[in-house]
């Protein structure tokens, strides 16, 4: 727009607006221009780390301007400098531009309120804007926008995020460990009788040692798993590779395998496999693999070596127990929740070879243990369920199809009780089974009777300590000396070594043991126990 009889006056050019409009100033607007100028006030120092906030308009609560965050001045599209005209300024209502822009922007605003009567606004909010609302800010610096350097920047953060919350876990963790070797040490701890007088226990203390030999098991390590309670179920101890693997629920990682190293405890290592709880686990150092079972309905097995999974067969219901075959290596076996025994062929990738069930004599229970040898040259499977213990065995020595097996039950004077735990020492062809009723448990030790054609009783153990869980018992053999049975009591945490003469050893471990495993690694006997979050590791001195 022009007035008239005026087209010797200057031009005035708004930059990079996206409509330009050229307006043309006479002599008495001229005059009224520069008086307008005086208005101008020196540039006040404020601080550009202040922050300016809107309303937002959907919840009212107030918000960070973007214009905090802008590098470039909205009016010409240029970066903002630290000096000269084209550096950063505010407006009364907080709106950042570049100084020679915003100058400009609002002589023209003036001009044309001379023209039309309007007033000049800001550009990005509309609110009234003048020559005196213009504030110079002295940043330290500005850093041009720079998209990659940002994802950089972003990625860095995030990789710090990451070390900082494993970190976090890994000090949790040592503090775990911590706690519980301080309250294990502290079971260690006898009350200092006063002015010579015999400290008498009471009734609700431990149980006392009356082994005669002078060795125990001591500590060797303890260390802590996971964070959460309610992670680790099962392991599994080999004595040629030298290894425990123990079943891990991980924070972050999912349902795996937690390996330990006998020879350093501090070598570990983490695998993840399933997708729900790992009920049962079997290491075989001969085969080089390590089989899985879950309650996802999986049966895995996987590399010892490199920790892949090689093959993955699916169940019908999920996963209680597993075992390799004491002779046949392509031969694997899966107890289920529905009291089916699975037995299959590597080979065959696809489906079992056959299934093996007695609901009537077995009771139809989830097969919590499950075990395979070779007695007088057949094959044999020894279940226990949740009702009953029992065994499978070939009437055939030389081919095992479904039509071969017979089922009959471990009868070994449990009437009253339900098994919670079966295992087996391959080496003397003994069996250990645990049951429970309320209030007691039994641990019953049996071998093979030739003449009987089945498993007899040897020694027992009456307790009087409750059991709720599913937690596991070992025999165990010290030195020279007897076997014995090794079992936990849940609610103090400790682990109890009995022989037949009811000799007993307390190992005090502080938490609810859920599996406990022994064996001889390069002449050293060496006993872990599994709590539901730690594991602890002890050797025979």
Known sequence: MSSEGSSENPNIQLANYSQPTTFTVDTASRNSLAEAEQDFQDPININIHKRQKIDHPNDG????????????????????????????????????????????????????????????????????AKKHHIQNIWPSKVIPHDPKELNRLKQEINVLQEIISFQEEELALSTKTYQRACKVLSQYKLPIPQNNEPVNPEKDDLKIDKIQDSRLFAPWSSSSLSPNRNSCRVMAMDSRDRILVASLKHPTKGYGIHKTSLLDPLSTDFTPIHDGLIRDIVYSAKRGQILTTSIDKTLKISSALNNCVLQTYNLDCAGWSCDFDSVDPNILYCGLSNDTVMVYDIRNTKESLFRLRNSEITGGAQIHSLHTCVIEGRSTILCANSLKAYMWQSESTESNTEDDYICSLLNLGTEGYTSFSLSIDLSRQELLLSSRKHGSTQHIVASWDKSKKLFTSEWSIQSDISQKTLARTSCIQRGSQDPAVCYSDEKSGMLYIEDKDHEILTIPVGGQIMDIKYSKIDGEEILAGLTDDSLHLFKYQ
């Open 61 to 128: 609560q107030p918000v960070q301007d973007s214009n905090e965050f802008a590098t470039e001045c909205s009016l010409c599209q240029k970066n903002w400098t630290n000096s000269g005209p084209h550096i950063i300024v505010s407006l009364k209502c907080g709106h950042l531009f570049g100084k020679s822009c915003i100058s400009q922007y609002i002589r023209a605003g003036i001009c044309k309120s001379n023209v039309k009567g309007t007033r000049s606004m800001c550009p990005t909010c509309g609110e009234p």
